[in-house]
């Protein structure tokens, strides 16, 4: 008998991508059952319809979030016509490909609007393209001197072009993706603590991202990145060290102390404490039998 101990096992080979990529395979990973390379709905199912002007269908991720904040604060600083049905989108289910959603937003995410305040409903879909409408449509948290709202808009197309870099990009690679890419994980973790510092030497210099007043700009970054200065995004807040970042969670902890926040961070929401969840939103009343938690609690 050999004493010889075994030979260690060979590394895998790298991967070399074909000529033409095909998809003969789950990808693997958190999202795997419903991530496909094409567009359209699997299947029949109209959405549902309320009584208020603004129909919205959609899911508390950051995303969602931005949406419901927006539409309770319009409607703490009295615009009746921001009354709003908010239907729960389970996006891990698959509700997003149905044919009434579909319809409503063809890239099958959430959130999406319908505004039916009109003769005929308007739809409006992605999250940067629904606060607009709304602070347009409401004339609100848009300043009015030119200068300021590029400096507003500004921040706002920020969130939109930097986020997927924290969500699909460092998100995926260090919580969801089915094993660990040292060289992914240190391409995104890098560019995220390069965001934060964008945002702290911002908030360095004012007390909101556009500049002494809360704006929608505020209502767009602050449920991505005031989640991630908590450490409530994919439990990476100790791996990026998110509490060196003083004046974004000085600014993150302001604007959660805002009631119409508060309320708007719980709608449509199927995770951590149930006090804290109002899947549906039809009425005002419908928050009085709920704890509206601040950003921080599980």
Same mark, same amino acid.
């Given at each position: ?11 895998? +080979?790298?991967?070399?991508?074909? #000529? ?19 567009? @359209? ?75 039916? +305040? ?21 004339? /609100? ?38 094993? #660990? ?49 908590? @450490? ?5 807040? /100790? ?17 959660? /102390? ?16 149930? +006090? ?17 938690? #601040?950003?921080? +609690?599980?």
């Amino acid at each position: 008998m050999s004493t010889e101990p075994p030979s260690p096992p060979s590394p895998p +080979s790298p991967y070399v991508p074909p #000529k033409v990529w095909t998809w003969n395979k789950a990808s693997g990973g958190r999202f795997a059952n419903i991530n496909r390379p094409i567009a @359209g709905p699997t299947h029949e199912k109209a959405l549902p319809r309320g009584r208020h002007p603004m129909q919205l269908y959609s899911l508390a991720t950051p995303n969602g979030v931005k949406v419901t904040v927006m539409l309770e604060e319009l409607l703490a600083r009295g615009h009746a016509g921001a009354e709003y049905d908010a239907w729960l989108v389970r996006i891990h289910e698959g509700e997003q490909f149905g044919s009434g959603f579909v319809a409503v937003n063809p890239n099958s995410k959430i959130p999406a609007l319908l505004d039916c +305040s009109g003769p005929e409903p308007v739809r409006v879909f992605e999250s940067g393209a629904i606060l607009l409408h709304l602070a347009q449509k409401f004339g /609100e948290f848009l300043p009015a001197d030119p200068a300021a709202r590029a400096e507003c808009l500004s921040w706002l197309f920020w969130q939109m072009g930097s986020a997927p870099y924290l969500g699909g990009g460092f998100g995926h690679f260090y919580a969801y993706a089915p094993s #660990k890419i040292e060289y992914a994980i240190d391409r995104f973790a890098m560019e995220v603590k390069r965001q934060l510092d964008v945002l702290d030497r911002r908030l360095a210099e004012s007390a909101y991202l556009a500049g002494d007043e809360y704006s929608v700009a505020d209502i767009a970054v602050w449920p991505w990145y005031g989640a991630l200065a908590k @450490g409530l995004l994919y439990e990476g807040g /100790e791996f990026l060290q998110v509490h060196e970042y003083r004046h974004v969670q000085r600014w993150t902890d302001l604007i959660a /102390e805002r009631p119409a926040v508060r309320r708007g961070r719980m709608v449509n929401r199927i995770q951590g404490q149930p +006090s804290s969840q109002l899947h549906e939103r039809h009425d005002a009343s419908d928050f009085d039998m709920r704890t509206q938690d #601040k950003m921080g +609690s599980p």
